[in-house]
């Protein structure tokens, strides 16, 4: 996972092919968490799993 932090929530970015997808939905996803003032990140074990932590504002207005 060290190695491809960086890549992560790029866009077009895929790590597993065995799945249909374009590679958009994470980069999306970080993309409008940040826009309303959050973060997003990532924790990820070989063979065990991967958890994204999305921290919001609390006093979020659109």
């Given at each position: ?7 992560t929530f790029g866009l077009y970015?895929?790590?597993?092919h065995t799945v249909e997808g374009k ?40």
């Amino acid at each position: 996972m060290n190695k491809h932090v960086s890549q992560t929530f790029g866009l077009y970015n895929r790590f597993d092919h065995t799945v249909e997808g374009k590679g958009m939905g994470l980069f999306m996803v970080k993309t409008q968490v940040e826009n309303i003032g959050g973060t997003i990140s990532v924790k990820s074990t070989l063979n065990k799993g991967t958890e994204f932590l999305i921290e919001l504002p609390v006093n979020f207005k659109n």
